[in-house]
């Protein structure tokens, strides 16, 4: 579903991403921690093809990010190639990034997907089970003002999954919410886990990655320093900027 071979990033002279190699099988929940600035949402945006890598192997959902390979040579993609691999991706970031002038279905509706092509019914009837799914069957004609920072995370995740994404990207997602509205949005992304989808997760919150990852990744100065079994690296970090980083967020 994703694999890193040697991915390289640079911003000008910074170099964000050196020699990134990682894999998540389909089903997998892997979910990536470090301190700030190491690269994690870097890593993200280049697997959604918002940043385009400068060196090694990108393989998103079975495509090559950003090329195909024909006869040993690479193609650059052509932009409806690149959105079309898009919508197998479905990404929630730390903002939620909902339209202030919708309701929660309506921006359910708008998830920007082939089903547009569908009847509005068949899209809204869809629309009103994914908010249902995510806790939201009341809050379908909420403004996103009149709604919590967690209830409008979960609308954004609701708005992700109506592309029918085969794999799902978090960029710290409950870290610009209250403490006490973290919970749901959590729970959500676990039942989501739970039902078998593919997901990447930068994340703060290590009690997550311990009950649902099934890796644990940790990035430092732009590269991978440590990666395992949740439970076994958090009870045993080998690498020591991993342990250091641990002690301060444990
Ligand atoms: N578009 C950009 N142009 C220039 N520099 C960038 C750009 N995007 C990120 N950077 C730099 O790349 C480095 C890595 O940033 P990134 O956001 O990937 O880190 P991060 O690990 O996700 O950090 P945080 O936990 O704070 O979100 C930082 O030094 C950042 O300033």
New binding site residues.
């Given amino acids: 579903m994703v694999k890193a071979e040697q991915v390289h990033k640079s911003?000008?002279r910074?170099e964000?991403l050196k020699g990134i190699d990682l894999n998540v099988r389909p089903g997998e929940v892997m979910c990536v921690i470090?301190?700030?600035?190491?690269?994690?949402?870097?890593?993200l945006?280049c697997v959604n093809h918002l940043?385009k890598i400068d060196a090694g192997r990108l393989w998103v959902n079975g495509h090559l990010v950003g090329y195909r390979e024909k006869g040993g040579r690479l193609y650059e993609l052509r932009d409806r190639e690149v959105s079309a691999q898009r919508r197998e991706i479905g990404m929630v970031f730390q903002r939620f990034n909902l339209f202030p002038h919708m309701t929660a279905l309506e921006n359910v509706m708008e998830a920007p997907c082939g089903v547009k092509r569908q009847p509005k019914a068949q899209v809204r009837e869809r629309a009103l089970k994914l908010l249902d799914r995510v806790g939201l069957a009341d809050k379908v004609h909420g403004y996103p003002a009149q709604l919590s920072g967690g209830q409008q995370q979960r609308v954004a995740i609701a708005r992700a999954l109506a592309m029918e994404p085969a794999l799902m990207l978090f960029?710290?997602p409950t870290s610009a919410l209250d403490p006490e509205l973290v919970g749901d949005v959590l729970e959500v992304m676990k039942q989501l886990a739970l039902d078998g989808m593919t997901m990447v997760v930068?994340t703060h919150e290590i009690g997550f990655a311990r009950e649902v990852g099934d890796s644990l990744v940790f990035?430092d100065g732009?590269r991978v320093l440590e990666e395992g079994r949740p439970r076994e690296v958090l009870a045993n970090p080998r690498h020591p900027r991993t342990r250091d980083f641990l002690s301060k967020v444990l």
């Fill in positions: 911003f000008g910074l964000v470090g301190p700030s600035g190491s690269g994690k949402s870097t890593f945006r940043e960029d710290e930068v990035m732009g």
